[in-house]
């Protein structure tokens, strides 16, 4: 397994087998592709209950318990079913769509982006009420920057914003 970062969001790229530390470490990446001949594992990981809590909240308790305690194996389209990756591709494909996603994320405005991913992890801890509060907090920070500027100067000019980063 193979963990790319491209504009602060770390995307796991998994080909073979993972399991034990990789298997922990794929459970921390923001996004998760998987090669059609991949395969996943709990068993062997080094921390069993802290993958257990990560586990819960990215799969739902059924599904964690099933891989954890049932010592399952699942392949691609199983760990795509469940939840524990956001795509599969054929395994000859994983580098390119690496390459292609990373080149979309580079191309968003970082600040923007930084501000969902870090919205949709704490999320997950959050009352309704609360998470609204959370986005008007995001939106109103956002706003002010130099990239939404600039987002909005390109869509009336018709063309592609260039992001700074401000």
Same mark, same amino acid.
């Given at each position: 397994?193979?963990? /790319?970062? &491209? &504009?602060?969001?770390?995307?796991?790229?998994? #080909?073979?087998?993972? &399991?034990?530390?990789?298997?922990?470490?794929?459970?921390?990446?923001?996004?998760?592709?998987?090669?059609?001949?991949?395969?996943?594992?709990?068993?062997?990981?080094?921390?069993?209950?802290?993958? #257990?809590?990560?586990?819960?909240?990215?799969?739902?308790? $059924? $599904?964690? =318990?099933?891989?954890?305690?049932?010592?399952?194996?699942?392949?691609?389209?199983?760990?795509?079913?469940?939840?524990?990756?956001?795509?599969?591709?054929?395994?000859?494909?994983?580098?390119?769509?690496? !390459?292609? /996603?990373? @080149?979309?994320?580079?191309?968003?405005?970082?600040?923007?982006?930084?501000? /969902?991913?870090? $919205?949709?992890? @704490?999320?997950?801890?959050?009352?309704?009420?609360?998470?609204?509060?959370?986005? %008007?907090? %995001?939106?109103?920070?956002?706003?002010?920057?130099?990239? %939404? =500027?600039?987002? /909005?100067?390109?869509?009336?000019? !018709?063309?592609?914003? &260039?992001?700074?980063?401000?």
């Amino acid at each position: 397994m193979e963990i /790319v970062e &491209a &504009a602060g969001i770390n995307v796991a790229l998994v #080909a073979g087998r993972c &399991a034990g530390a990789d298997f922990g470490r794929l459970l921390e990446a923001d996004l998760r592709i998987a090669g059609d001949g991949a395969t996943f594992s709990a068993g062997g990981v080094a921390d069993p209950v802290a993958c #257990a809590v990560r586990l819960t909240r990215l799969l739902g308790e $059924a $599904a964690a =318990k099933e891989l954890l305690l049932a010592d399952r194996t699942a392949d691609a389209a199983n760990a795509l079913r469940l939840g524990l990756v956001t795509r599969v591709v054929p395994g000859s494909a994983l580098g390119e769509t690496a !390459r292609d /996603v990373a @080149e979309r994320l580079r191309a968003l405005p970082p600040l923007a982006l930084s501000a /969902v991913r870090d $919205a949709v992890r @704490e999320a997950r801890a959050l009352t309704p009420g609360d998470a609204l509060a959370l986005e %008007h907090e %995001h939106f109103r920070r956002l706003i002010a920057t130099q990239d %939404h =500027k600039a987002a /909005v100067a390109a869509f009336f000019a !018709r063309r592609e914003p &260039a992001f700074t980063g401000q």
